[in-house]
């Protein structure tokens, strides 16, 4: 079972991962809140390192294939501490990343294509536009009417 994470049910939550995440020390930080040094690396170790790997993207943050490969062996690692913690959030967390990381490594490989999207521009005149508008009309009647229960047939 997880442990419990008292810094993350703390009202100050957004405040002291801010903190952490601009580089404040632990233990300042412990003496400026009033919370143990141990819950707050506790919280650091189990939650922050998976959301800082998360707010960021593969593609933005890292330039090579290199620098994504060692990025993974560190989400591998929070994963293998999350296991023996029986922390599914963080382990399914840092398996998301770890996912992306793999997708973009074959990206940059030319191993995969990126996905084409198909884009549709359609120019209605006045009548064809009311058209469709009366026939949407008429089935959302009919739709309504089938739903209550009521015949009804279209006019």
Same mark, same amino acid.
């Given at each position: *079972?997880?442990?419990?994470?008292?810094?993350?049910? =703390?009202?100050?939550?957004? @405040?002291?991962? #801010?903190?952490?995440?601009? #580089?404040k020390?632990?233990?300042?930080? $412990?003496?400026?809140?009033?919370?143990?040094?141990?819950?707050?690396?506790?919280?650091?170790?189990?939650? /922050? @390192?998976?959301?800082?790997?998360? =707010?960021?993207?593969? &593609?933005?943050? *890292? $330039?090579?294939?290199?620098?994504?490969? +060692?990025?993974? /062996?560190?989400?591998?690692?929070?994963?293998?501490?999350?296991?023996?913690?029986?922390?599914?959030?963080?382990?399914? $967390? $840092?398996?998301?990343?770890?996912?992306?990381? &793999? /997708?973009?490594? @074959?990206?940059?490989? #030319?191993?995969?294509?990126?996905?084409?999207?198909?884009? *549709?521009?359609?120019?209605? =005149?006045?009548? @064809?536009?009311?058209?469709? +508008?009366?026939?949407?009309?008429?089935?959302?009647?009919?739709?309504g009417?089938?739903?209550? #229960?009521?015949?009804?047939?279209?006019?």
């Amino acid at each position: *079972m997880a442990r419990h994470c008292r810094i993350c049910d =703390d009202s100050r939550r957004e @405040a002291i991962d #801010g903190e952490l995440l601009a #580089g404040k020390s632990v233990p300042q930080l $412990a003496r400026e809140t009033g919370l143990p040094q141990t819950n707050i690396y506790r919280h650091k170790q189990l939650h /922050l @390192a998976v959301e800082r790997f998360l =707010d960021s993207s593969p &593609i933005a943050t *890292m $330039a090579s294939i290199e620098a994504l490969q +060692a990025r993974d /062996l560190e989400l591998a690692e929070i994963q293998k501490i999350a296991l023996v913690r029986n922390h599914t959030q963080a382990f399914v $967390a $840092a398996a998301t990343v770890r996912v992306r990381i &793999i /997708l973009e490594i @074959a990206a940059l490989r #030319g191993e995969v294509q990126p996905k084409l999207k198909t884009v *549709m521009h359609v120019n209605l =005149d006045q009548a @064809a536009a009311e058209r469709i +508008a009366r026939s949407y009309l008429q089935h959302k009647e009919l739709s309504g009417a089938v739903l209550n #229960g009521q015949e009804t047939k279209p006019q």
